[in-house]
């Protein structure tokens, strides 16, 4: 039988189940009569790995492979704990079993808190919260192997942003227990910089914890629950900074008043049939503004209230409210509709703060990326 034909009727055959501890021992006395995992491998014509993996427990042994690793180990106390312990599994229930083992040493590398935990624990909280917010303001979950379900996290700042990428990367290896490594230039081109989670652990989690897979603009969704009905009033500027970080921007309104905002878009329904791209300016992207946006009625109602109704940001709706709880008193309004290129409108929403409560969120440490600090410092001297 050819190599590839004995490797297959291996992968074909029933599997023996055996306690880890008593599995290990065999390999290893079989193993030792030549010299390691690798000569073994190459007595049994079965790959090296497969014999690693047989020694920490991780696949099952087929049959005939068994019996051969009871022969060359020759050890009639060790045979007969073997059989007394062996229970016969079939194929399937083999790669089950082999995946709960994989995904169990895969969990055991991380750590995922739990509710309780973040209960508990404030200072994990708090840095929970604040992950939470900068992948929902910065960052997505995408699905990276289709066929295994597997998701995974990316991140994006502006290629200048490398203090708020090292806060992230530290929030999440305190947090999780996780290395992402260095910051990386994104393929395309664009003046940036990405960081990438590559476990379906910590994706999974953050998604239970309200980041939407995918597409975000398109989605209604929300702080966690334990972010927003927390009474701690750190817990509540962690979750607020990253927007203010990533999504804020320091302005000088008409009046010259100093004034900063964070934005987020949400995608509607509203297709070039229901709202007219000639109502829109022509900038590089078509966008509609205030008295645009006032004139226009859709199926009966004004565009603004339909939009508030239907398509608001919801997340920014809790950042306001997060903002009300800090004593803070912010504006949100619908301040643009920009067309996207599948012919379908996208609502801007913003969040305005004045500018006493723009002094007040760099003194909370709300804002801490040091470009929007000075910009906020040095505006508010000169327009006082």
């Given at each position: 039988m050819s190599d590839r034909g004995t490797r297959g009727a291996y992968r074909k055959e029933e599997r023996v189940q055996l306690p880890p501890q008593l599995q290990r021992e065999l390999v290893e006395k079989a193993a030792a009569r030549y010299g390691n995992c690798q000569g073994l491998a190459k007595l049994l014509n079965i790959p090296k790995s497969s014999v690693h993996y047989y020694l920490v427990g991780r696949l099952t042994i087929p049959v005939s492979v068994l019996e051969s690793m009871l022969q060359i180990a020759n050890d009639p106390e060790l045979e007969a704990k073997v059989r007394e312990a062996a229970v016969t599994k079939d194929r399937i229930w083999a790669i089950q079993y082999a995946q709960s083992v994989y995904r169990d040493s895969l969990i055991a590398k991380l750590r995922l808190p739990s509710r309780d935990d973040i209960e508990k624990?404030?200072?994990?909280?708090?840095?929970?919260?604040?992950?939470?917010?900068?992948?929902?303001?910065?960052?997505?979950?995408?699905?990276?192997?289709?066929?295994?379900?597997?998701?995974?996290?990316?991140?994006?700042?502006?290629?200048?942003?490398?203090?708020?990428?090292?806060?992230?990367?530290?929030?999440?290896?305190?947090?999780?227990?996780?290395?992402?490594?260095?910051?990386?230039?994104?393929?395309?081109?664009?003046?940036?910089?990405r960081g990438f989670i590559y476990t379906r652990f910590i994706a999974e989690w953050l998604a239970e914890n309200g980041v939407p897979i995918g597409e975000k603009s398109s989605k209604a969704y929300h702080l966690p629950p334990w972010v927003m009905s927390s009474n701690d009033r750190r817990t509540l500027i962690s979750a607020l900074q990253p927007w203010c970080d990533g999504e804020g921007s320091?302005?000088?309104?008409?009046?010259?008043?100093?004034?900063?905002?964070?934005?987020?878009?949400?995608?509607?329904?509203?297709?070039?049939?229901?709202?007219?791209?000639?109502?829109?300016?022509?900038?590089?992207?078509?966008?509609?503004?205030?008295?645009?946006?006032g004139s226009v009625w859709v199926f009966?109602?004004?565009?603004?209230?339909?939009?508030?109704?239907?398509?608001?940001?919801?997340?920014?709706?809790?950042?306001?409210?997060?903002?009300?709880?800090?004593?803070?008193?912010?504006?949100?309004?619908?301040?643009?509709?920009?067309?996207?290129?599948?012919?379908?409108?996208?609502?801007?929403?913003?969040?305005?703060?004045?500018?006493?409560?723009?002094?007040?969120?760099?003194?909370?440490?709300?804002?801490?990326?040091?470009?929007?600090?000075?910009?906020?410092?040095?505006r508010s001297k000169a327009h006082i």
């Open positions: 624990d404030i200072e994990l909280r708090r840095k929970a919260a604040a992950i939470v917010s900068y992948v929902m303001a910065e960052g997505s979950i995408w699905l990276q192997r289709g066929e295994w379900g597997e998701h995974a996290v990316n991140i994006t700042f502006a290629a200048h942003e490398t203090d708020l990428y090292e806060h992230f990367r530290s929030l999440v290896r305190d947090v999780f227990d996780y290395e992402m490594g260095p910051p990386q230039l994104p393929g395309n081109g664009a003046v940036a910089i320091v302005v000088i309104d008409r009046e010259g008043r100093l004034r900063f905002s964070v934005a987020q878009s949400r995608h509607t329904d509203l297709d070039l049939e229901t709202v007219s791209i000639h109502l829109a300016h022509r900038t590089p992207v078509p966008t509609m503004y205030g008295r645009a946006i009966g109602v004004p565009l603004k209230d339909y939009c508030r109704a239907m398509f608001r940001s919801t997340v920014l709706d809790d950042v306001h409210r997060i903002s009300v709880r800090l004593d803070l008193d912010p504006r949100t309004r619908l301040r643009s509709m920009n067309l996207m290129s599948t012919g379908f409108w996208s609502c801007g929403w913003m969040t305005m703060f004045r500018d006493i409560d723009t002094l007040a969120l760099v003194r909370m440490g709300v804002i801490t990326q040091q470009r929007k600090v000075r910009a906020v410092l040095l």
